[in-house]
């Protein structure tokens, strides 16, 4: 389960375009998209609706922030994503790709 900020409602583009990447992707970049958001690349065992935060469980969040020429941005504290306002899905995967593989958190797992 996740929550869509009001700047960022559920059926705008940016959340399908996120969703087709991961669709489309393989498991590998889905566990780096899910370490970079998290801080962890394991689901809970009780899925999505178990993760935890820094106070407590905390559902997976997407806030649409920046612009698009931004990388998104994680806060593994709360579960969120930083979505820019892409104007594309190559935008969307070129930019997430890179955010994603070419970064790495404190105290992040290695898969």
Known sequence: MSVYMENHPQKCYEIKVL?????????EKRARLLQFVTGTCRVPV?????LM??????K???EKVGKETWL????TCFNRLDLPPYKSYEQLVEKLT???EETEGFGQEYL
Do not use: K, L, W
């Not at 969703?19 to 498991?27: Q, S």
């Open 19 to 27: 969703y087709m990447f991961v669709i489309e992707t393989d498991n």
């Open 46 to 50: 009780g899925g999505f609706a178990e």
């Open 53 to 58: 935060g820094s106070n407590g469980p905390q």
């Open 60 to 62: 997976f969040c997407i």
């Open 72 to 75: 998104p941005r994680s806060h």
């Open 98 to 100: 890179f955010a994603i």
